[in-house]
């Protein structure tokens, strides 16, 4: 390279200028255990049937902060490489506190969407039973 020449990433111009680019939809699968490897099978396919070309997983615990597939969705985000993401269930994408990446994508021009919100969560049924007993 040239003296007094730099190399810019073209992502990093378009993101400057404001561009959008092809964006596209990504989908999101997570379970917290290798122990339940048949539900992210599930997801995926259910994610795949629903049109959305690329799904992230990860397999392991929603309060990790370093799960590999969360990281790489959230730098997709930062980039502006995402137009909207979708998730089957929202402690799917983090065990809790869901609304804080939603507003991180929001803030990024990401919206992101629910597809099975009415199904009861574990921890829900677990209450459930002990108020019947």
């Known amino acids: 390279m040239p ?5 810019i ?3 990093e ?3 400057l200028r404001g561009d959008r680019g092809a964006r596209g939809v990504i989908g999101n699968a997570r379970v917290p255990s290798a122990s339940q490897r048949e539900d992210l099978e599930r997801h995926l396919e ?3 049937q629903r049109g959305i070309g690329e799904v992230i997983s ?5 309060l990790k902060g370093k799960r590999k597939g969360f990281l790489r969705l959230l730098d997709k985000v930062l980039h502006h490489e995402v137009n909207e993401s979708v998730v089957v269930h929202e402690d799917r994408l983090t065990g809790f506190g869901f609304d804080a990446p939603r507003r991180a994508f929001e803030a990024h021009k990401t919206s992101t969407e629910t597809m099975n919100q009415a199904q009861t969560k574990p921890w829900d049924r677990k209450l459930l039973k002990t108020r019947s007993q």
Do not use: A, C, K, N
């Open 46 to 48: 259910y994610l795949r």
């Open 9 to 11: 990433p073209e992502s």
């Open 3 to 7: 003296f007094g020449e730099r190399r």
């Open 58 to 62: 990860d397999m392991d615990s929603g």
């Open 13 to 15: 111009i378009r993101r």
